[in-house]
């Protein structure tokens, strides 16, 4: 298994890396031999991967800073960088290699304070593999401090550095920071591809894995959550009736408030799995004994790690209720196909009674209203507004139509 498998439905972009790693080696060769370099190289500093949500940007990128870090003896006998298998490829992956640092939004942006030791760090020589390998996971969300620290970085890079951004879309990142990348855009992987790599990789049956990647339209990871967390299932169930509660007001407000109630138990989950072991382990790393005070002058440190996980408990809120409205949208576009009669396949087939009713009851313009005002409230909550009431002024829309 090579380090390119997870990468479903981008045999372009696998290639294009590939022959970028292979040309990457040839010149730490070359460097090590003290002989000139080669004189054509698919390899740079700064490479920026853009592409819709779930299509594998994150997983590209990483892939890519494996196959770099590859020390597969194999590489010697002509194989291509990224067997999967040794020490490089693996740490890489896993996200414990030394010298591949990987900075991702806590909250609802990167702070610069979350780059200060990353930059610092980009224009050092790798410790112990092949390159300094810098991955910014959400790098539209870099905050006009931070995006600057990151352009002087890129700007003037160490020899041995390479800075891996992901990002949406292109125009999502500084146009001074995105004019010194080599731009990679991924596509939304085919849904046979995603349901095939369900089988293969996960061990689920045909039947569920072709449903889940259907109803999550080519969403690699969302796809691979359905078909094995029974809770997301209940979830999504959930979410997909909301539509029809909508007939007066109060429903409305409850079905807004249940939404926000579920988000904010799904990042409450995750702070019970983290933020506990990560304060007991700051405090240790500080040496304060097991139940005892925290030594003089180390509070700040722990007001810092108070600060991020609350960011972090609001992102995963704002997250969860993203998922959701994408959900309500496969919905409502499903109503839509069926109403103009599109032979477009429809996403959600376990609800397709649910989708013939409301396209009955309503028309093509009513729907598209509905899916806009989806898109006002994800607008919204990017935009720092209350969840709930971001989410009652959209029941409320999709009530009226």
Known sequence: MTVWDDLVGQEKVSELLTAAARDADALVTAAAADAPPPEASRMTHAWLFTGPPGAGRNQAARAFAAALQCVSPDRALGGAPGCGFCDGCHTALLGTHADVSTVA???????????????????????????????????????????????????????????LLCAPSIEDVLPTIRSRCRHLSLRTPPVDAVADMLVRREGIEPDAAAAAARATQGHVERARR???????????????????????????LRAAQQLVDAATDDARQLAEEMD??????????????????????????????????????????????????????????????????????????????????????????????????????REALEGNVAPLLAVEAMTMALRAG
């Open 105 to 163: 939004a806590v909250g609802t942006e990167i702070l610069v304070k979350d780059m200060r030791d990353t930059v610092r760090k980009s224009f050092t020589s790798p410790a112990n593999g092949r390159w300094q390998v810098i991955l910014v996971e959400d790098a539209e969300r870099l905050n006009e401090k931070s995006a600057n620290a990151v352009l002087k970085a890129v700007e003037e890079p160490a020899p041995r550095t390479v800075w």
């Open 226 to 252: 359905l078909a094995t967390d029974p809770a997301a299932r209940e979830r999504r169930a959930s979410v997909l009736k909301l539509p029809l509660r909508l007939d007066e007001v109060g429903s409305c």
């Open 276 to 377: 506990g072991k990560e304060t007991e382990e700051l405090k240790a790393a500080l040496g304060a004994a097991q139940g005892g005070r925290l030594p003089r002058g180390t509070a700040g440190v722990m007001k810092d790690l108070e600060d991020m996980q609350k960011r972090r408990r609001t992102r995963t809120q704002r997250d969860s209720l993203d998922v959701a409205l994408g959900d309500l949208t496969g919905f409502y576009r499903d109503v839509l196909a069926l109403q103009l009669g599109s032979r477009v396949a429809l996403a959600n087939t376990d609800a397709e009674q649910d989708l013939e009713r409301l396209a009955r009851a309503g028309s093509p313009e009513s729907t598209l209203r509905r899916i806009e005002a989806i898109s006002a409230c």
